[in-house]
DNA sequence: CCGGCCCAGTAAACCGCTTTACGTGGCAAA
DNA sequence: TTTGCCACGTAAAGCGGTTTACTGGGCCGG
């Protein structure tokens, strides 16, 4: 690999005239100039970048940390974060955790490697603590999709509320009464959030949520099956569910089907977040649309501020949108 | 933050000694260790990334590209190949190029910024000699997935032509005589050995296949809908089809049943790849499962011994599997 | 009592680039 | 003729580590 002096030497000036030329810091002459570019060429340079940041300090490049670059809603949310970047010249380091709280770390850890300028955290697991702990270390972070309680960085988030109440009064308005919730853990943000829009949509029709209809485990597929299992194990069964993730409604989905529980027919289903497949399944689900290209462009666009220190704190809420497809049916008593 | 000197002046040596000591290249008596593990501990001193890379030329790190990592394969194809990083004690840079050439490049170019000490390459479109000619100049390189020609470097791929000609075997062997190909562009190597695998099927069976229900175009949903809209259209009809990616599977499936075409009563349908949703679709999906996990720590596996020098071209090629489910029926004649 | 060896470290160069602070040489103005 | 300034650069330090070669002192054996 040809270095800058390589280049300087070729071209008859110091490096520090190639440097500069470069990065536009002087005025040169065409001859000059002329003769730097024949080099380069000749050469073959690239600039050797960690030499770049080590000088610099600057990486024009950020990290993005998601739970599971496998489960197709955080696959989109980073695609879009760095469709974003891109526009803006910085390259994306992203790295999955896998749930793993000790990768969680390591990832904000690498924050002062210097290798980047900042990070995007998504997490889906409640924090004890150890997290925000960290990031209150730093200012060049923001949350994207999950809060960390405690912790005071630009945060990103969509009307969690918002979803869960147009989804349950959808099914309130067709005739249902008896709803159940699934949704992840009970000490993410998103989860309490849901469950409040819920709750808050029941209170307003007037009608009782039960507490064994509620049920609080994780947003995973896996899940899903378990919980609607119990559902029908159950003395009463509800007449609709909510799920607060598609993952949730596709465990859901599967475990009503092997069970002859026809939905919409015997059992309506909401989810939440509109993933890709969404519309594939049988029944098309209807579901609250999460709008991901904009919640990563935006993260992206907050962390540029915080990295240039003309904005600090500040919480996004995204508007959802509840997408009509065939998993819910009016109640037909009986 | 804290660099190597100041630990080494709060700890009253030189930083020589604790780079060394900090590197397992020197002994020291305990006192020594004691006080620059106690110095690291109060300054919470943690190496510069950027600088130990600089001078050590080692990263420590690969970079993966990939074209789309909102695909569901592609990012579990990026999940497996991280999760057998982090065991070695490697960092992974994901990038996704969304199908531009131009970020490709940029991505093999990068090579040469120090920053990785290899890369693992997925495309997904022929290429035009560009990036042979740019990847001829590395040897730290696998490509995984899909093929770009006149490269000599390690490559981790599946059985293509295996995998279509079991799932056309399996067609043909249902008294299905009249079965369309739908898949990706054709100066791809996936594409080119699965066609291979679908005539060798139909050869031997003595069936003839038909230019017109051969449709190669992308790697698609779109695609899917299109060329089964173009199989619809037809004055015949197959009576099953091959699609050579789930994504394709998809789209057609979509089409069919906006069309009334019953699937599989009507329609057969054999997908490939066994992405997340295969199972979830109505019917659920028969398709041919891409071994992606073992694609994944393979490709890594293989980009270490590169690095290491211990080895150099070598061609895996990973076993398929027919996963049966519930979208391919018995023809029925009439 | 002296030479040599080992222990416990150190000085200094280097990785490739940036940046601050300085030259030069030539020409116009005084 | 001298001053001064501008155009065209350069020297050298620094980013935070690693590594090679070396050294000073204590102790042991002869």
Chains 1, 2 share one sequence.
């Not at 980073?78 to 955790?97: L, N, Q």
Request: with cysteine.
């Amino acid at each position: 690999m040809a270095t800058l002096s390589d280049v300087a030497e070729e071209a008859g000036v110091s490096p520090t005239a190639v440097s500069r030329y470069l990065n536009n810091r002087i005025e040169l002459p065409q001859g000059t100039r002329d003769r730097i570019d024949a080099a380069i060429a000749k050469l073959d340079y690239r600039p050797n970048l960690l030499a770049k940041r080590l000088s610099t300090g600057k990486a024009e490049a950020i990290s993005l940390v998601t739970p599971e670059i496998g489960n197709p809603f955080f696959a989109e949310l980073a695609a879009a974060v760095e469709a974003e970047a891109e526009r803006h010249g910085y390259a994306v380091y992203m790295s999955s955790t896998r749930g793993d709280r000790a990768r969680e770390v390591d990832a904000i850890k690498r924050l002062h490697d210097q290798h980047v300028d900042g990070l995007i955290m998504m997490t889906n697991q409640p924090d004890d603590g150890t997290l925000a702990e960290l990031l209150a270390r730093h200012d060049n972070v923001v949350l994207l999709d999950e809060d960390i309680p405690g912790v005071s960085v630009p945060r990103v988030f969509v009307e969690n509320e918002e979803g869960a109440y147009a989804a349950t009064k959808l099914l309130i308005e067709a005739g249902h009464r008896d709803i159940a919730l699934i949704s992840g853990p009970s000490g993410l943000m998103s989860v309490r959030e849901r469950l409040a829009g819920f709750q808050r949509a029941m209170d307003e029709a007037g009608v009782a949520t039960r507490d064994e209809w509620i049920l609080l485990g994780q947003y995973s597929r896996e899940f899903g099956r378990e919980a609607a299992e119990r559902l029908l194990a159950g003395v009463e069964r509800p007449s609709a569910i909510v799920a607060c993730s598609d993952y949730l409604a596709v465990g859901v989905l599967q475990v009503l089907r092997q069970s002859g529980v026809a939905v919409p027919g015997d059992m309506s289903l909401v989810g939440f977040d509109d993933m890709p497949f969404a519309e594939l399944v049988d029944p098309a689900l209807t579901t609250v649309r999460q709008p991901v290209a904009e919640m990563g462009r935006i993260a992206f666009e907050r962390l540029l501020a915080v990295i240039n220190k003309t904005e600090t704190e500040t919480v996004t809420r995204l508007p959802v949108e509840l997408v009509v497809r065939k998993s819910v049916a009016r109640f037909e008593r009986g």
